[in-house]
């Protein structure tokens, strides 16, 4: 069994806009072991970005944490002073996000940029580089990301480079100061296909290979199918279900897992499926309860009025949902 | 007026007013248009907006009775500054109310036809206009022309009208490649529909920022023109004739000068903070 | 035999630029039958956009025939005459971008009918029916774009493109930059809509398994040449090209009925070269792993290999 490297309990977020409280992140629950490879899902506007911006501590200035507790082996990450979320995004968690471009600065040249992020990282570790030093880094980091011909890359401009090798760069960038965890949010929605397709195996060789932990974000289900091991479903701001790949893509639980798997078009025919009637909650007076209730089909009274929690249902298979018992 | 639009409302005025220097602004905005617009009724001494002697109490030093002092005819200054807001706000908004039309199509059409000859023409003459120093346009103009209010006014207009031109024409040459544009043309709108009612409207904004920003900078241009003898003659009180005038008297009957010049910084100032402030907002909020 | 309503020939469309002549469209043909849908699928710099907006004259073409209800269209949208605007109509990929935020759905709406003088004095009648057609509240003529979410102004478009009865509809990307189950929505309801009216499709995307569902043939596109048509099913089922094998392999699945039927061990490799540079002979000779000599001197010909399956690569070239 893996030791807890990340653990989120009943974290709450909400956003400040103006006099209106909207209530986004609502009691969400999240495990990361060491080395594990975890999914995460759920379609744009429930929070997954929210959640993981406040494991870096990087939130809007207007979002508010307003209960619960995010522990990174240990240690609270909401309580930790400046310095150590300092220390902690130098050389023990990075993020990988969803635009390259917009992460790349425009102005600076790729090896000015990753130059930096190695002297910020080695010093967090206590280590003192020469500049050859750095430059042979920066040069490593890109040819483990199979960037051809690294050494011209780093003369380069981002707006030369093809998308991409963009984000091929930023994935360098990460893994340069991401000792412990990795969180890929959406890597490769703004690239086509092919290019995404093999951005996601990039991504999972290496992992494999550092052991490092990987949360990886998508709103595309197929593409978190094959890289994961275990995979976490959002809704509107809560974790609904939570199951080992292959267990939850076959034999999914939740309600709302079962309609979204619904919706998805399949390469082998059968037409284009009906969406989820409804739509996602009003995050300023959101529901009571649980907030699927005004979708779901199979809705009981006390769905309005208790919020669920995750109940066990077979190995590392949990539910928030009351039509499921708690099976241990 | 629905709920929503009612929570939109209220939104961008907390917003305008949580910046204390635009509120500022907008009183002392509302304070000039108010002095100007009832001058007549509130000026302690009406008679004193034009010729009137009174030598009995000619420059006299600021009392309560004559707060801002008097001048070398005995005409009060304080009732003669609100006059003065009078004719210099008038003289802006008719500058303004010409040019910014006239400036805006030509730029939209130059705009809208970017790379074009027309677009070359059009924009190489605006540059022209542009290029050469305002204040020496405009003097060379009043100084060919009487030196009256009204020439003065003219060639403040024809140097001014470039501005809203490259305004129109940079939002125009953006928006026109956009998918809504292309919308309409695919559809067959007419082009003078496309100019109008598609693309002015997004122009609104920034045009009406622009044009509360000029309000000062028009009656300072003005009141330039005035303070060299170009623009307004006696006994009109536009703010800088009233300058100049005092400038013979300084530095012992200060007044004279002192009170109207501060009346012009006033007043450019509370353009430009209302100004800043709308800007601010109309660049989150749409209004 | 279906009647034909859009026949596309030859079509070329390059653009000069500094850096040399990008071919975005380089001598595409296909046909579209009345009341169908026809797919084109491509990644970034296929020229499936552009080939569209050729289509619509938004970009006048630079070689070619395109011809419409068995007319002839020539040049772009300034020189075609006005009835066919109602006949022809677009959605555009960016949903918020393609309504102006200065006007209102129902002035936004109204203008197409106005322009064409369509339902006089029953205008009105006219908007709100269109918007129940999409499924929007009739109330909505009095909102701006701006108060609307994506998916809901994607569905405004639609309603706009349908006001005047056109008879084909391009439709670029309608759902890409929406979720799952908005792009659901969306997509039922342009069938369904398709299905009432009679109205054809050119549909565009880059998401293979809507196209399945949507399409009656597809097309796929590569640096602006056209590599493969095919009947739907008989794309994914029996794909022929290599980049087509490609395609359909990086795509990503969720059942395994769908795993079985993706092509096995083509791992896509390499980037898509720069359309200034597109390579001699076959375009895709640098990424094909099924690569002969002549591909990289020699461009193969369109040959139609099966019924309604043509393919443009050398291995199904018949010997001269």
Aim: with cysteine.
């Amino acid at each position: 069994m893996s030791e807890e490297l990340l653990k989120i309990e009943g974290l709450s977020i909400n956003y400040k806009v103006y006099e209106d409280f909207f209530k986004v992140v609502h009691n969400a629950s999240f495990r990361v072991g060491q080395g594990e490879k975890i999914g995460l899902i759920g379609e744009s506007g429930c929070g997954k970005t929210t959640t993981m911006r406040a494991i870096m501590r990087a939130l809007a200035d207007n979002a508010l944490i307003t209960q619960g507790q995010i522990l990174f082996q240990g240690k609270d990450i909401i309580k930790m002073s400046p310095d150590e979320i300092q220390k902690i995004r130098r050389k023990s968690i990075s993020m990988i996000f969803q635009d390259p471009t917009a992460a790349l600065n425009p102005v600076f040249k790729i090896g000015e940029q990753l130059t930096d992020i190695i002297r910020y990282s080695s010093q967090a570790a206590g280590k003192h580089l020469t500049k050859e030093e750095m430059k042979e880094q920066a040069v490593e980091a890109l040819k483990n990301v199979a960037l051809p011909d690294p050494e011209r890359i780093l003369q380069n401009y981002p707006i030369q480079l093809s998308g991409g090798m963009r984000q091929r760069v930023c994935i360098a960038a990460a893994l340069i100061s991401s000792g412990d965890l990795l969180i890929a949010d959406e890597p490769g929605t703004s690239l086509d296909v092919t290019i995404e397709d093999q951005i996601l195996r990039l991504l999972a060789g290496l992992v494999e290979k550092r052991r490092t932990s990987i949360i990886l974000i998508s709103h595309a289900l197929g593409a978190v199918k094959g890289m994961v091991d275990r995979v976490y479903v959002m809704y509107a701001g809560s974790m609904v279900e939570v199951a080992k790949t292959d267990d939850l893509f076959s034999e999914p639980l939740h309600p709302y897992t079962v309609d979204l798997f619904k919706t998805v078009p399949k390469i082998t025919g059968g037409g284009v499926p009906e969406p989820i009637p409804g739509h996602i909650p009003d995050y300023l007076n959101p529901p009571m309860g649980c907030r699927y209730y005004p979708r779901c089909k199979h809705a009981m009274p006390i769905c309005d009025k208790e919020v669920p929690t995750f109940r066990h249902q077979g190995k590392d298979h949990e539910v928030a949902c009351f039509l499921f018992e708690d099976v241990n | 007026m629905t709920e929503e639009r009612k929570r939109n409302l209220k939104r961008s005025w907390l917003k305008f007013g949580s910046n204390p220097l635009s509120v500022l602004g907008l009183v002392s905005v509302l304070l000039v248009v108010f002095l100007a617009v009832f001058s007549p009724w509130v000026a302690p001494h009406p008679e004193s907006w034009a010729k009137w002697v009174d030598f009995k109490n000619a420059l006299l030093a600021p009392s309560w009775d004559h707060p801002f002092g008097t001048d070398v005819f005995g005409r009060d200054i304080l009732s003669r500054v609100f006059f003065g807001f009078r004719y210099d706000l008038l003289m802006a908004v008719s500058i303004l109310v010409l040019v910014v039309p006239l400036g805006t199509v030509i730029g939209l059409i130059a705009g809208y036809y970017r790379g074009s000859l027309l677009d070359t023409v059009i924009m190489r003459i605006t540059d022209i206009f542009l290029a050469i120093p305002s204040i020496v346009l405009a003097l060379a103009i009043c100084a060919m022309l009487e030196p009256t209010l009204f020439n003065s006014m003219m060639a403040v207009s024809v140097l001014w009208w470039p501005w809203y031109t490259r305004l129109a024409y940079g939002i125009a040459s953006s928006l026109k490649n956009e998918y809504f544009v292309q919308a309409a043309e695919l559809t067959g709108a007419s082009t003078p529909h496309i100019l109008f009612r598609e693309i002015l409207p997004n122009c609104i904004s920034p045009i009406f920022t622009k044009m509360t920003l000029d309000v000062g900078w028009v009656i300072l241009i003005g009141s330039t023109l005035s303070f060299v003898g170009l623009g307004a003659q006696e006994p009109i009180p536009a703010l800088g004739t009233m300058v100049a005038a005092g400038t013979k008297y300084m530095p012992d009957y200060w007044w004279m000068t002192i009170f109207p010049a501060i009346a012009i910084a006033f007043t450019i100032l509370g353009f430009n903070l209302l100004g800043d402030g709308l800007r601010d907002l109309l660049a989150v909020e749409e209004i | 035999m279906a009647e034909e309503i859009l026949v596309v020939k030859s079509l070329k469309k390059h653009f000069k630029t500094s850096m040399g002549t990008v071919k975005a469209v380089d001598d595409v043909s296909f046909s579209i039958n009345a009341g169908e849908t026809f797919g084109l699928v491509g990644e970034s710099g296929s020229g499936k956009s552009t080939t569209a907006f050729t289509i619509m004259g938004i970009y006048p073409p630079t070689g070619g025939d395109i011809t419409f209800q068995g007319k002839p269209l020539i040049g772009g949208v300034k020189s075609r005459p006005r009835s066919l605007k109602k006949d022809m109509q677009m959605v555009f990929q960016d949903p918020g971008s393609s309504l102006n935020p200065r006007r209102s759905i129902g002035d936004i709406l109204e203008l197409p009918l106005s322009v064409h003088q369509l339902f006089e004095g029953k205008r009105k009648e006219r908007i709100d029916d269109i918007l129940n057609m999409v499924g929007l509240p009739t109330d909505f003529v009095d909102r701006f774009p701006r108060q609307l979410g994506g998916g809901e102004k994607q569905l405004v478009a639609i309603s706009r493109a349908i006001a005047t009865e056109p008879a084909f509809i391009a439709l670029d990307e309608p759902s890409s930059a929406l979720d799952v189950s908005m792009q659901a929505k969306i997509i039922n309801t342009l069938l369904n809509i398709q299905k009432e009216y009679h109205i054809s499709y050119l549909f565009i995307t880059h998401n293979l398994s809507l196209m399945r569902n949507v399409a009656q043939n597809v097309g796929i596109m590569y640096l602006g040449k056209l590599l493969e048509v095919a009947p739907s099913s008989e794309f994914f089922t029996n794909p022929l090209h290599p980049y087509t094998k490609m395609l359909i392999s990086s795509i990503p699945v969720i059942t395994s009925e769908e795993e079985a039927l993706k092509p096995k061990k083509i791992v896509s490799t390499g980037e898509i070269p720069s359309p200034v540079n597109v390579p001699k002979g076959c375009a895709f000779n640098t990424r094909c792993n099924e690569c002969m000599e002549n591909c990289k001197s020699m461009e193969p010909q369109m040959i139609e290999v099966e019924e309604g399956h043509w393919v443009k690569c050398h291995p199904f070239t018949p010997k001269a």
